[in-house]
């Protein structure tokens, strides 16, 4: 088995083939396209069992990801932080292109868990549509706090209520207010105010769309208690894919709810793990704070944790952990019932 690595860049690709025992083979660079695609692969031909690494760099990596997976080629994705060993142990020192392609190739030598790639799902459109309306909503609160100082500095004590000023009554009532005013700070409101109208559209677009797309795909994902839709858009975008994660023990560490060990002797701790997918970690955090709020069985368990010893902060972590194993349990089972609909539709076809 031949081992391709790739070092993907905006403008070249450079790919370093080794064998099984880790020697270098052959290298190539090749312009970011198709046609430079196209050009690996007549290169490749040449070694009949070969495995494409590439480094995880989405938005670099995405597109000859997917040419060479519609290619019919066997793809998996290394993580960046597995180069940097393979990088210290080599006998090559400095840092190129041929070096961090080799890097990834020895990589996927040495990790055999290494998730598989595959062709881009309607989990990347709701990730894209997520994060789209997080940065206008971004955007807007900028706009609504700008408005509201210039309000403040037309007529001070007069300011909506806060987080009022996405609703069209509101901003109606402020367009009535400015309309008596001809100074110049009244007319940057007044185009203020159409700016977070025209925002305050789009957004609603925006969600509209994203809870269409997520009620068919996660129907169990959204009877979680304390699991609204956005929550589960977030979710299922930034998971890009359950069945990638081999286990809830992979997913818990890939979100960073798992805890990392801390071992001194006999003694047995944990800490806080501070890494992983922060969006993933931020959503189930939402999560455990409305079960703690109006659920039933999220606030049962924190109380037993608190219990038996732990602090509060320490029993919200384990109530984040199992939120995490409870959110893999139901994409798993969504995906299985979605990858069943398929089978028997092609079967009717």
Request: proline share 4%; with cysteine.
């Amino acid at each position: 088995m031949v081992i391709v690595g790739i070092d993907t860049h905006k403008r070249t690709h450079t790919a370093v083939a080794i064998e099984a025992s880790g020697q270098k083979l052959d290298q190539i660079t090749v312009p970011a396209t198709t046609a430079g695609a196209l050009t690996l692969l007549d290169w490749a031909a040449r070694w009949a069992e070969r495995r494409w690494a590439i480094e995880d760099c989405r938005h670099l990596s995405r597109r000859l990801e997917g040419d060479l997976l519609r290619a019919g080629e066997s793809v998996v994705r290394v993580y960046p932080k597995l180069m940097a060993g393979a990088r210290r142990i080599g006998r090559e020192p400095g840092k190129s292109d041929p070096i961090d392609a080799l890097a990834v190739a020895r990589a996927a030598l040495r990790e055999p868990d290494l998730p598989i790639a595959r062709l881009d799902g309607p989990e990347r459109d709701i990730r894209l549509l997520t994060d789209h309306r997080d940065d206008l909503v971004a955007t807007r609160t900028a706009m609504e706090n700008r408005l509201r100082w210039h309000l403040h500095e037309l007529w001070p004590g007069q300011e909506p209520p806060a987080r009022s000023l996405a609703r069209a009554s509101v901003l109606a009532a402020v367009d009535d207010l400015l309309a008596g005013s001809g100074s110049t700070g009244a007319g940057i409101a007044r185009e203020l105010v159409a700016l977070i109208r025209t925002l305050t559209s789009a957004i609603e677009r925006l969600e509209r769309e994203i809870r269409a797309l997520v009620a068919p795909l996660a129907p169990t994902l959204l009877l979680l208690e304390g699991c609204g839709w956005l929550g589960a858009a977030k979710l299922i975008g930034e998971t890009a894919g359950i069945t990638r994660f081999r286990s809830r023990a992979a997913y818990a560490r890939h979100n960073g709810s798992a805890p990392v060990p801390v071992w001194s002797g006999n003694v047995v701790r944990h800490r806080l793990n501070r890494g992983g997918n922060r969006q993933i970690n931020l959503a189930l955090h939402r999560i455990a704070i409305t079960q703690l709020r109006v659920g039933a069985e999220g606030r049962t368990y924190f109380e037993h944790r608190l219990a038996v010893g732990d602090t509060r902060t320490e029993a919200l972590r384990a109530l984040r952990r199992r939120i995490s194993d409870e959110v893999y349990r139901r994409l798993r089972h969504d995906e299985s019932r979605r990858a069943a609909s398929h089978e028997v539709a092609d079967l009717a076809a």
